[in-house]
């Protein structure tokens, strides 16, 4: 079983700036969706990015449009998160997973997903 691993989540103040990562415990062949997603305390687990691994599209939830960027190093087995100009309303526990038979990455429904990390906590404070 593939495992995937988050870091790089932590605290900063409204403004600033926050990459994370997802390392895969091995190498997937063949073509899939990764994404990130987010969950606050008492809401719903909200699909953030997604990029298709074979072309390399992406999709974004709109409420990270121009702020938010997905992006993958195959060669390293990771997905990436760069996250600027956050605010109070982008606190949550975020979490990589992987759709291994993709048929519709973007929209970026958790249901879809089969292969999830353990997550990593982003608090931006204003």
């Known amino acids: 079983q593939v495992q995937l691993v988050e870091s790089g989540g932590g605290s900063v103040q409204a403004g600033g700036s926050l990459r994370l990562s997802c390392a895969a415990s091995a190498y997937w062949y063949g073509s899939y969706c990764m994404a990130w997603f987010r969950q606050a305390p008492g809401k719903e687990r909200e699909g953030v990015a997604v990029?298709?691994?074979?072309?390399?599209?992406?999709y974004y939830a709109d409420s990270v449009k121009g702020r938010f960027t997905i992006s993958q190093d195959n060669a390293k087995n990771t997905l990436y998160l760069q996250m600027n100009s956050l605010n109070p309303a982008d606190t949550a526990m975020y979490y990589c997973?992987?759709?291994?038979?993709?048929?519709?990455?973007?929209?970026?429904?958790?249901?879809?997903?089969?292969?999830w990390g353990q997550g990593t906590q982003v608090t931006a404070s204003s």
């Open positions: 990029i298709y691994t074979g072309t390399g599209v992406t």
């Open positions: 997973a992987a759709d291994l038979s993709p048929r519709r990455c973007y929209l970026i429904d958790p249901a879809d997903f089969g292969v």
